[in-house]
């Protein structure tokens, strides 16, 4: 069984930081580019970074330069550091795990974890 597990949310004023991880389990963590994503209140889901299975990261413009993405293949674990948050980062920020071999496509999501900022 698949799982993918956030955590690390939660009520933040502005200017402050956050360290979101997304824990996985019953998938080969190494081969999936994984993602934050994220969706506000009325808005569509968004991608806010990924990092492909060589570590190379790439982030949306509303982040670049605050938020960092990492992943740690021994323990199955993606991170994402938010500093400098401000009032519109706040959403429900989604793991996502992709892998796209030649015969098919693997996705899955976590269930999310509640980012506010508000002072």
């Known amino acids: 069984q698949v799982q993918l597990v956030e955590s690390g949310g939660g009520l933040v004023q502005p200017g402050g930081s956050l360290r979101l991880s997304c824990t996985t389990s019953?998938?080969?963590?190494?081969?999936?580019?994984m993602s934050w994503y994220r969706q506000a209140p009325g808005k569509q889901r968004e991608l806010v970074a990924k990092?492909?299975?060589?570590?190379?990261?790439e982030y949306a413009d509303a982040v670049t330069g605050r938020f960092a993405i990492s992943r740690d293949n021994a323990k199955n674990t993606m991170y994402l550091q938010m500093n400098s948050l401000k009032p519109e980062d706040t959403a429900v920020y989604y793991c996502?795990?992709?892998?796209?071999?030649?015969?098919?496509?693997?996705?899955?999501w976590g269930q999310g974890t509640q980012v506010t900022v508000s002072s």
């Open positions: 996502n795990a992709n892998y796209v071999p030649g015969d098919g496509a693997y996705e899955y």
């Open positions: 019953g998938i080969i963590f190494s081969i999936y580019a």
């Open positions: 990092i492909t299975t060589d570590s190379n990261p």
